[in-house]
Nanobody, 120 residues
Framework: VQLQESGPGLVKPSQTLSLTCTVI??????????WGWIRQSPRKGLEWMRA???????YYNPPLKSRTSISRDAYKNQITLQLTSVTAEDAGVYYC?????????????WGQGTQVTVSS
């Protein structure tokens, strides 16, 4: 499976960050896998954020629950993450990934990541 993340690159503090993961090849987001968003920063390392399976149920990291949402567009083969009220601590590289077995870990297939900078 090939995953590609896209996003604005630069967001201002307090804005909402919207990131898109496009499944270029392989199973579609409606198939029986888990699709997640994970970010990496020097301060926090790897941090799992949100995931969605093949049903309407989504999964969240409790500290990020109130600020994140995840959705799926089956026609576009896309999974979207939104993060509200961004701060400098949200800067980092954001990855889209697929897990065969679990909404949490492990994720075996990853996109290349998209860099997010938070600055006014």
């Amino acid at each position: 499976v090939q995953l590609q993340e896209s996003g604005p690159g630069l967001v201002k503090p307090s804005q909402t960050l919207s990131l898109t993961c496009t499944v270029i090849s392989g199973p579609t987001p409606t198939d029986r896998y888990y699709w997640g968003w994970i970010r990496q920063s020097p301060r926090k390392g790897l941090e799992w954020m949100r995931a969605i399976g093949n049903s309407v149920r989504t999964y969240y990291n409790p500290p990020l629950k109130s600020r994140t949402s995840i959705s799926r567009d089956a026609y576009k083969n896309q999974i979207t993450l939104q993060l509200t009220s961004v701060t400098a601590e949200d800067a980092g590289v954001y990855y889209c990934a697929r897990s065969l077995d679990s909404y949490y870990w492990p994720y075996g297939d990853w996109g290349q990541g998209t860099q997010v900078t938070v600055s006014s």
